[in-house]
């Protein structure tokens, strides 16, 4: 009891009342924890105080706050952020025994097709994704999710250049040639 009259004394003033016992106690919401005791290596229950009102709600509110943002301080530090269908695509090309600059005719190749939108659809033909794959149910063969990932329909995209071109340079040639690919 001394050692809380010590620590509510420096968080607050207290006021005398009948027979020397402190009648309030100011502290300002979110400053003050509970310190829960350890006896054989478990923490135990809190004690129940009564307190007012908006103190346990400013409490509440305080202390969810931060250790929400604690969390996702340290979720934000191990993940970087994801990354674009173009560094898919980079990252992919060795997979095909192609070069990084096979890119730069992949990107104009790509861009032109769908502007590299994953949910791109081209209502007449209903080619759709990256790719621009008719149907687009085909890009399944290359991995779940084909509807809404870049990387399977990256991966599809490729396998189809390599099969029918042999490299993005000669889908891309073929591309000005005749306006598909």
Aim: no cysteine.
């Amino acid at each position: 009891m001394a050692i809380a009259a010590a620590v509510a004394g420096t968080l607050g003033a207290w006021s005398a009342g009948a027979a020397g016992q402190p009648a309030a106690v100011t502290r300002p919401a979110g400053l003050v924890r509970e310190v829960h005791p350890v006896i054989s290596g478990r923490p135990q229950p809190p004690e129940v105080r009564a307190q007012p009102a908006e103190l346990d709600v400013f409490s509440s509110i305080a202390l969810n706050a931060s250790s929400s943002l604690a969390a996702a301080g340290r979720v934000a530090a191990r993940r970087s952020p994801a990354p674009t269908p173009r560094q898919i695509a980079i990252r992919l090309l060795h997979r095909f025994h192609w070069r990084k600059r096979q890119f730069r005719y992949l990107n104009p190749l790509w861009s032109r097709e769908s502007s590299w939108n994953v949910y791109a659809l081209n209502a007449y033909s209903g080619a759709y994704g990256i790719p621009q794959a008719v149907p687009g149910s085909k890009m399944a063969s290359a991995g779940r999710h084909w509807r809404t990932s870049a990387r399977t329909q990256i991966r599809w995209g490729l396998r189809y250049i390599k099969d029918r071109y042999g490299s993005p340079a000669a889908a891309w040639r073929h591309e000005l040639a005749t306006g598909w690919y």
